[in-house]
């Protein structure tokens, strides 16, 4: 596990067989220069660094959970942490059309995803795919959201992370994590969810399997009232 | 009507308009998919061409470095929904589709397992009504060759008359009840 | 000819409500430093083609708006970071002197150094501080606050990484009469330090990454 900082260059034995770069690295010339600091990880022909941050730069392909602010024209504009607002035209819904609008009122929240962040424009984003469905993307009804840092939240989808399985284990609940560092979820009771949100909070910071179950453990089992 | 000389009109393309029909969604993607793919095809090769004839120096494997910043293709990272212990049905459903994607199971286009095949389709639409249908209109000597293949292919008692009635008569039944049903007028 | 640093810690994350920030202290002196962006700015003060860097260096009491630290703060900052990366965004960065022991001014660097690490947004090299000040004669890095005040001349070295990894001074605040053989000596001086510094930024990381090892 080799950490660079900015300036670093970027010198690993299987760097020479990678492809794509990815997120934090830079080539100038012949040489690849790290500039931003993180873990250095390849994975079949990509190497890129992973990178801890809390401020979200809008990315095309991600998918992030937005707040409407306000409805203007033919857009929503949504708030999705970045510097500027980010906007969803109407008929980007699942089963939209000119007369039939989707319904979504200021302060709700929605699964989006980003498809186009032309820089010196809004950022787009849109709640169906490429053939007008909406797999999963729209309104988020009920629960709670919380922010979280960005790189917690892609660790928490890793496929070979454990965190929510283990909670999954104890609690039953729905979960939404958008790439921008917020955090959807919905379950049975308030107790629940405000349980479920320390142990997500906590386990920021975890590395060992028994710690990890040992905190949600700790957390099914404490009383929240008091 | 007379149709003039014999010319069969053979579509290679589907019209525009079709294509733009919301229906035509997904065969308009592959199409263009396909184009797209044999454009660079030929680029590649003009490009080729080109370099075999000039003498210039050999473009080094470098100059193919692709940049991408798509943290959830370069860690292969999972659909940000889930739902446990049946929370969200839904989800569960979009879950498994999200995982048979990622697993490269299934393509882009298919349906989700939801799929009626083709046998289930006949039975839905009216094919046991049909069959139905053919079997009142069959003649008597048609009808007793049915039963005899019947009974050949499930090996039955051929020598127990009363039975081959009974049969027979409760073959009848069953196919003639759809028809025979009295339908009775709501009085509410 | 003292040429060691004093011992350095430092703390990241520990502002809830910034986007990275650092507690970072040499010795006696202090500070905290934070850093939040690419952010939004306000339409005044927007600026189309590059972002608008907001640096401001505080004390514990007076005036904070106007300190002779912002100087070369800020040009060591626009120098670090690719300012046309982020258009009409802007990122704010501040530093708190908390306790003031002597070479405020390098800590004061060092510390924003750390927030912007901590912060994660693509710049083009790390940077410190060192200073250099002459005692009768002798070249005193990192000096106490006695030791600065006897001084009679003071640099101080705003260094960033060249592009052989070996240390470029990148600015220089200099006090007093030097000649050019005795600036020469203080940057020699100064290099093992900022090595020295750029190590222990290395550790620092190392040690917040250290949950993704697996």
């Given at each position: 596990?080799?950490?660079?900082?900015?300036?670093?260059?970027?010198?690993?034995?299987?760097?020479?067989?990678?492809?794509i770069i990815g997120y934090g690295i830079n080539v100038r010339g012949e040489t690849k220069v790290a500039s931003q600091p993180g873990v250095y990880r390849s994975d079949?022909?990509?190497?890129?660094?992973?990178?801890?941050?809390?401020?979200?730069?809008?990315?095309?392909?991600?998918?992030?959970?937005?707040?409407?602010?306000?409805?203007?024209?033919?857009?929503?504009?949504?708030?999705?942490?970045?510097?500027?607002?980010?906007?969803?035209?109407?008929t980007n819904f699942e089963g939209a059309t000119k007369r039939n609008r989707p319904n979504l009122k200021t302060g709700d929240i929605i699964y989006a995803s980003v498809f186009d962040t032309t820089p010196r424009t809004e950022a787009e984003l849109t709640c169906v795919d490429d053939e007008k469905r909406a797999r999963g993307m729209g309104q988020l009804n009920g629960g709670f959201m919380f922010n979280v840092s960005l790189n917690h939240c892609r660790r928490l989808i890793h496929p070979e992370c454990k965190i929510l399985q283990t909670i999954g284990k104890f609690f039953k609940f729905e979960i939404t994590v958008g790439m921008n560092g917020r955090i959807w979820m919905n379950a049975a009771g308030v107790d629940d969810i405000i349980k479920i949100h320390d142990v997500i909070v906590k386990s920021e910071f975890v590395k060992e399997d028994d710690e990890l179950i040992n905190l949600v453990q700790n957390g099914y089992t404490r009383s929240v009232s008091d | 009507m007379t149709s003039t000389s014999s010319e069969r009109v053979v579509v290679k393309e589907l019209s525009s308009s079709l294509l733009d029909m919301k229906f035509m969604l997904s065969r308009k993607k592959k199409i263009e998919a396909k184009k797209a793919k044999s454009r660079d095809a030929q680029l590649e090769e003009k490009i080729r061409e080109s370099e075999a004839s000039s003498s210039s120096i050999a473009v080094t494997a470098e100059a193919k470095l692709e940049y991408c910043n798509d943290y959830s293709k370069l860690e292969n990272l999972l659909f940000g929904r889930m739902s446990f212990n049946g929370f969200n049905k839904d989800v569960e459903l979009l879950m498994e589709y999200y995982e048979k994607l990622r697993n490269g199971e299934l393509t882009d286009d298919e349906d989700e397992g939801m799929d009626v095949n083709d046998q289930e389709?006949?039975?839905?639409?009216?094919?046991?009504?049909?069959?139905?249908?053919?079997?009142?209109?069959?003649?008597?000597?048609?009808?007793?060759?049915?039963?005899?293949?019947?009974?050949?292919?499930?090996?039955?008692?051929?020598?127990?008359?009363?039975?081959?009635?009974?049969?027979?008569?409760?073959?009848?039944?069953?196919?003639?009840?759809?028809e025979r049903k009295f339908m009775r007028p709501n009085d509410d | 000819m003292v040429g060691r640093l004093r011992e350095m810690r430092c703390e990241v994350s520990f502002l809830k409500n910034a986007d990275g920030s650092a507690s970072f202290s040499q010795g006696a002196t202090c500070v905290w430093a934070s850093c939040s962006g690419p952010g939004d700015v306000h339409a005044s003060k927007a600026n189309e083609e590059a972002m608008t860097l907001d640096v401001s260096y505080r004390t514990n009491c007076g005036d904070n708006k106007f300190h002779e630290l912002n100087n070369i703060i800020q040009s060591t900052l626009s120098k670090a970071i690719n300012l046309e990366l982020f258009p009409h965004t802007s990122a704010a960065v501040t530093i708190h002197g908390i306790q003031d022991d002597g070479s405020i001014g390098a800590v004061a660097l060092n510390g924003a150094c750390f927030?912007?690490?901590?912060?994660?947004?693509?710049?083009?090299?790390?940077?410190?501080?060192?200073l250099v000040v002459r005692l009768k004669d002798e070249l005193i890095v990192d000096p106490t606050a006695k030791q600065e005040a006897a001084s009679t001349g003071r640099v101080l070295f705003s260094i960033c990484r060249g592009s052989d990894g070996g240390p470029e001074v990148c600015s220089m605040d200099a006090i007093g009469p030097w000649d050019f053989e005795q600036l020469e000596a203080a940057w020699c001086y100064a290099q093992p330090s900022a090595r020295a510094i750029f190590d222990f930024y290395r550790n620092v990381m190392q040690r917040k990454h250290s949950v993704d090892e697996q």
């Open positions: 596990m080799t950490i660079y900082l900015p300036g670093d260059v970027v010198n690993e034995p299987s760097s020479s067989d990678s492809s079949e022909g990509k190497m890129w660094l992973n990178v801890h941050s809390k401020r979200y730069i809008p990315q095309e392909g991600d998918r992030v959970i937005a707040i409407v602010t306000s409805k203007t024209g033919d857009f929503f504009r949504l708030d999705i942490g970045t510097a500027e607002y980010a906007m969803v035209n109407f | 389709m006949a039975q839905t639409m009216g094919g046991g009504k049909l069959a139905a249908l053919s079997k009142k209109a069959q003649t008597k000597r048609e009808r007793a060759q049915q039963q005899e293949q019947n009974q050949e292919s499930s090996g039955g008692r051929r020598f127990n008359f009363k039975d081959i009635r009974k049969r027979y008569s409760e073959q009848n039944g069953e196919g003639e009840e759809p | 927030a912007l690490l901590d912060n994660g947004m693509p710049f083009e090299t790390v940077f410190c501080g060192v």
